[in-house]
């Protein structure tokens, strides 16, 4: 983040290049379509087109949001926009997807490719340094940088998941020449090492990214700058758990012992039916009755490497562990891992000569053995796998969202999403620096090992407290939409659904079976919707506002906090059981879309509800005929808004006015079948204040 800025223009452009064409072996892996859309054995994450296509229409509509280029391809840069982790705002329904050949998602890549180096090479963006988080939007040219660095650490990160995606497909799928680039290791040995505790001082140790750090970060890497922990005395294994070690839980029937697994680990063990770590494969056939499976290839297990398994599984584990030897043991916390780095690593990634672990594909491209590297008393502090934690991924001191991606980490800080630390052969870039923060549901595979500790009893579920208010935008909207009242003024979400069921059966020539609510926020207006409907659907520009609205139809509640006069922070619950669509709510579904460019299944509607969907988006104009399009004949739209437009979201030749809507649909097109109405809706700013705005409606039925 210094230096000649133009020469670091170029290392940047580079970079991206370089980003471009690694991930694009993963995909050479495979021998045919059919690899690309073979759905997962899991079921947890999409087919590998999906994947393909996902990290190069990244960069479009991060550059689109940013307002910095045009789109290519608006079908693929919706339909390869959304679902990466089983997130409730994953759409995983393949039934919702009808996948392009592998030849048109690669001269896509290649479409993107050369717009982006267009752009680096067009001079219009001029990088200044340094750049940090906070200056990352401040001009085009910060933000072009910015994105483009976003997109390429988000395409690393997807080298690493689509790597594991490959892993898991039939061998039959796979081309075996290709191990000539995933060279592994070629050291293995049935005599793993012992596993020895090693005492660890306790001491401080500053938490999180620093607001000016040198290199990239993703928001939830960066702190303050003085978050510091104490960190109290610790003894933790010398080594990663081996196959060899992992397997004595294996043999004592770790995966039928109930009394290992907490309540979550059990129910994926009634689940799922494990018999063994997910990449190993039984095969009696073999020296020692397991193979492990590789990128494009199958081998005798290697007792020696470290174990890949879920948080569930390394939880349970630990608990084997200890109890066989009388003591209690559990996982590294985030915080103790930064002490082993920050003592026995030391440097960053971006100043080491050689990689000083297993890492960032330096050295091989698979694990290798656990005592391989050394980093001081211990080995892998760095590299080979990642370390599960038992710290669940929560917001440091001094956390912001990131506009062009405002709900990377949000979503995640759920408690139900793990921390891991450390990084695997395969993590390059931000994946391999000291403050990468990682995380992913307990049960999901990844390459991720066990470091055991013993020592003091930790709870890091605390840090989750810190929740309380830090996302005060999706507070805000849920306390909008389950607040009763205002004062005098009504909850305007329900007066908007009471209102458009009425004008829904007096105008429309349709039956009441699909109905759309963009904007949609917490859901309020789209669960009231379900008592007329067969089907709902809730859409906003991102997955955070919709978190509320996932918490009520799949748990049946939600919280959120609202400040007070004194600006304290108070918490309120919200419970379905409370509300007339208690019984309907399971008819609304859930889905993070761009309103001027849907999904392709979010069509055939009979009804479209878009209030103040126009000021919010980067290009209002082209919304109106995008929704007629997903509009059944004979169905209603009824659009409405404050029409405010603010220049930094939006350009002035793309805003739109109520007086112009319908013109813009084109003669003939709809009809207007209700007077435009008003409704004034009052917008909490807290439990005593609110902001009253009154907004127009027009009501419009597709000929």
């Given amino acids: 983040n210094c230096g000649d800025a133009a020469a670091k223009a170029e290392e940047i452009r580079q970079y991206f290049h370089s980003t471009y064409e690694v991930y694009e072996k993963v995909f050479e892996c495979v021998n ?24 190069a229409t990244f960069y479009m509509n991060k550059l689109v949001v940013a307002g910095l280029t045009t789109r290519i391809n608006p079908r693929f840069e919706e339909m390869f926009a959304v679902g990466v982790d089983e997130m409730s705002w994953d759409d995983l329904n393949e039934a919702h997807y009808s996948w392009p050949t592998v030849q048109e998602v690669s001269e896509y890549r290649l479409q993107v490719r050369d717009r982006i180096d267009q752009l680096f ?9 340094p750049l940090t988080f ?50 592994r290791c070629p050291e293995s040995n049935d005599a793993a090492p012992a596993n020895e505790m090693v005492e660890v001082a306790g001491g401080s140790v500053a938490v999180g990214r620093a607001p000016d750090s040198a290199v990239y970060g993703w928001d939830c890497d960066y702190s303050d700058g003085k978050n510091v922990h104490e960190v109290a005395p610790f003894k933790a294994s010398k080594y990663l758990v081996s196959n060899a070690e992992f397997f004595a839980f294996v043999k004592a029937g770790g995966y039928q012992e109930r009394k290992y697994w907490d309540e979550e680990g059990w129910s994926w063990v009634e689940w799922k039916k494990p018999q063994h770590p997910w990449f190993w494969v039984r095969d009696e056939g073999r020296v020692n009755g397991y193979a492990l499976r590789l990128q494009t290839e199958l081998i005798d297990l290697p007792w020696n490497w470290p174990v890949e398994v879920n948080h569930l599984e390394a939880r349970a584990f630990c608990n084997f ?17 930064l002490l082993l780095r920050d003592r026995y690593v030391k440097q960053d990634q971006h100043e080491w000569g050689v990689a000083p672990g297993n890492i960032n594909l330096e050295h091989y491209c698979s694990s290798c053995p656990v005592d391989k590297f050394a980093n001081g008393p211990f080995f892998d502090v760095v590299g080979n796998v990642w370390q599960h934690c038992e710290t669940p991924v929560y917001p440091y001191p001094h956390f912001r969202v990131h506009p062009f991606y405002d709900d990377f980490s949000m979503p995640t800080f759920d408690g139900r999403h793990c921390c891991m630390k ?25 390459f991720i090992g066990i470091r055991y500790v013993e020592g003091q009893e930790v709870n890091e579920s605390s840090h989750l407290r810190n929740v309380l208010g830090m996302d005060p935008e999706v507070d805000a909207v849920t306390d909008f939409g389950f607040r009763a009242s205002v004062g005098p ?33 917490a859901g309020r207006t789209s669960f009231e919707l379900t008592a007329t409907f067969d089907a709902v659907i809730g859409s906003d520009f991102t997955a955070r506002r919709l978190m509320p609205a996932f918490s009520l139809r799949e748990r049946g509640s ?33 889905y993070q879309a761009d309103p001027a460019n849907l999904h392709a299944h979010m069509t055939n509607f009979d009804l479209i509800v878009a209030w103040n969907v126009l000021e919010r988006s980067y290009k209002p104009r082209a919304i109106p005929q995008h929704l007629l399009g997903r509009l ?23 805003w739109i006015f109520m007086d112009e809507i319908v013109a813009s649909l084109g003669v003939g097109a709809v009809e207007v079948v209700a007077e435009p109405f008003e409704l004034y809706a009052a917008f909490p700013l807290s439990i005593v204040s609110s902001d009253v705005r009154k907004t127009t409606f027009m009501v419009l039925r597709k000929c």
């Fill in 422 to 446: 450390g990084g695997a052969w395969v993590s390059t870039g931000n994946e391999a620096t000291r403050d990468a923060r990682f995380a992913f549901r307990r049960h999901f595979f990844q």
């Fill in 321 to 337: 562990k200890g109890a066989a030897a009388g003591k209690t043991l559990r996982l590294l916390t985030e915080a103790e891992w």
């Fill in 32 to 55: 045919s379509d059919e690899a690309f859309t073979i759905p997962p054995v899991h079921r947890l994450r999409h087919p590998l087109i999906f994947y393909y296509g996902h990290t």
């Fill in 134 to 183: 906070a200056s990352s939007t401040q001009t085009d040219s910060n933000s072009f940088f910015w994105a483009v660095l976003m997109g390429i650490e988000h395409e690393r990160i997807h080298l690493e998941t689509a790597s594991v995606h490959v892993r898991e497909l039939p061998l039959r799928l796979v081309k075996e020449e290709m191990a000539r680039f995933w060279v």
């Fill in 121 to 129: 090479r067009e001079g219009k963006f001029e990088l200044s340094l």
């Fill in 632 to 654: 059944n004949r004979g169905g209603l739209l009824v659009i409405g808004g404050h029409f405010e437009y603010d220049e930094t979201v939006s350009h002035r030749e793309h």
């Fill in 489 to 521: 003024v009504p909850n305007a979400s329900v007066a908007l659904a009471e209102r458009v069921k009425k004008l829904f059966q007096d105008h429309a020539s349709v039956p009441p079976r699909r109905a759309l609510d963009l904007a949609c926020g």
């Fill in 558 to 590: 939600a919280t959120y906090s609202v400040p007070d006069e004194r600006g304290v922070r108070k918490a309120l619950a919200v419970n379905a059981s409370d509300y007339s669509f208690a019984a309907t709510r399971e008819r609304a579904t859930f």
